[in-house]
């Protein structure tokens, strides 16, 4: 007897564990919109850029090949001025990136419309490999 209320207590504190798990709270936005939003993070500072948000780049001619040369120099957060709290780290060097510098990366052209940026390393970095 003792078994059986000891196996209905474990099944009821399941149930009520995957009730509240899985229960939508109130005011929040459905998964799919919270996937869309801060999809893609800042490789510098790495906070989440939101719809809209675009980082800043430039890209280096020619266009027609599969792979070009970039510099990115942040994001909304972090270029021209950093937000309180944020740091502008380069993710090769793992050093701070002074507010003038930037990330030099490649950007490939993939054939199906896609980009697939890599990034090599910061200016402070590539500088010091350079010598």
Do not use: W
Not at 58 to 86: A, E
Not at 87 to 113: I, S
């Amino acid at each position: 007897m003792e078994l059986v209320f000891l196996i209905l207590g474990i099944v009821i504190l399941i149930i009520a564990l995957s009730y509240f798990a899985f229960r939508k709270k109130d005011g929040q936005k459905p998964q799919t919109q919270n996937a869309k939003r801060g999809a893609v993070n800042c490789p510098m500072c790495g906070s989440p850029l939101l719809n809209g948000q675009n980082m800043f780049s430039k890209v280096f001619r020619p266009m027609n090949v599969p792979d070009q040369r970039c510099i990115i120099t942040g994001c909304p957060n972090c270029y021209p001025l950093c937000q309180p709290g944020i740091k502008r780290v380069c993710p090769v060097c793992k050093k701070t990136v002074p507010q003038d510098g930037h990330l030099v990366a490649r950007l490939f052209n993939k054939t199906n419309e896609k980009k697939h940026v890599m990034i090599v390393g910061c200016s402070s970095c590539l500088k010091n490999e350079v010598k």
